[in-house]
């Protein structure tokens, strides 16, 4: 059974890892797709190519997620090309790690800006046409960070921390229109964000995962799929763990 037949959705920072991923799954359940990407010109090319493979419409979009004035131009793009935004999926972000002693200035404000002002940029503009439509479903990438801290992601930690409070915020100011705002947090999942991880040895990370090993980008997109879907229909502010159990 497909599970989004006929809607669109926009989902940011979807050239690579658990925003690819997102696309395609929804793709497979008959969404039309828009997508963002930032320089990864070639990877969003090759994702238009397959998702229009699958039989939906698609279109990736060239976006700084951390620009208000391109999330407005492109908001109004989409409308154009789509004719509505019945999903969107703030999934683009950033990592910046450093202990605080050496955290700059500039990295602090390079994360908040890719990862935090990047939701609230495009929440505010995909929900006139969702109030419109008196329906809608917003989903926004927090991290199991945002909510348990790690130590050398200060800045990432607040800034994810802060997703789920907007989240929440949200949830509660247009839960009347009929429109849902909730979070994924994933914990450490398979993408070029993490791999540097891998490094040292995976082995002594999956010792505090329950589920003993990294997710898949496929499996945080299950459960956007979810929240995506008239499956969630009663289900807003809320924030769901696809950690393998670590934020337990
Ligand atoms: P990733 O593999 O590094 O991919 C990041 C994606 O975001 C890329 O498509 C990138 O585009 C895009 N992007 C970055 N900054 C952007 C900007 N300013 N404007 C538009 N697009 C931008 O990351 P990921 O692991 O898939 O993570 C996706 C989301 O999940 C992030 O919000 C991340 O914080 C969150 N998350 C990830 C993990 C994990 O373990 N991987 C865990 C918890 C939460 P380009 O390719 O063009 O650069």
């Known amino acids: ?47 238009e190519g397959k998702l229009s493979g699958m039989g939906v419409k698609a279109k ?13 131009l492109l908001a109004n793009e989409v409308i154009k090309d789509f004719g509505a935004i019945d999903i969107c999926v703030n999934n683009a972000g950033i990592s ?15 994360v908040m800006q890719a ?37 050398g992601q200060s800045a990432y930690a607040a800034s994810k921390a802060g997703i789920i409070g907007f989240t929440k915020s949200i949830a509660q100011e247009i839960g009347s229109r009929n429109i849902r705002c909730n979070a994924i947090a994933p914990g450490f999942i398979e993408t070029d964000m993490t791999h540097y991880l891998k490094d040292g040895g995976a082995e002594k990370w999956f010792e505090k995962i329950p589920l003993g090993r990294f997710g898949k980008p496929e499996e945080v997109a299950n459960a956007a799929l979810f929240l995506a879907s008239d499956l969630s229909l009663y289900v807003t502010g809320q924030v769901i763990s696809v950690c393998g159990g670590m934020n337990t």
């Open 1 to 47: 059974m497909k599970l989004l037949e006929n809607k669109v959705a926009l989902v940011t920072g979807a050239s690579r890892g658990i925003g690819e991923a997102i696309a395609l799954k929804f793709a497979e359940h008959g969404a039309n797709i828009a997508f963002t990407y930032l320089s990864s010109e070639e990877k969003a090319k090759i994702l």
């Open 60 to 72: 990736g979009y060239k976006s700084d997620a951390g620009d208000f004035k391109a999330a407005e």
């Open 96 to 110: 910046k790690d450093n202990l605080l002693l050496r955290l700059t200035p500039e990295q602090w404000d390079d």
């Open 115 to 151: 990862n935090l002002k990047s939701v609230y940029n495009l929440t505010r503009q995909v929900m006139r046409p969702m109030m419109k439509a008196r329906a809608g479903s917003i989903i926004n990438l927090s991290s199991i960070v945002g909510v348990k801290g790690n130590s």
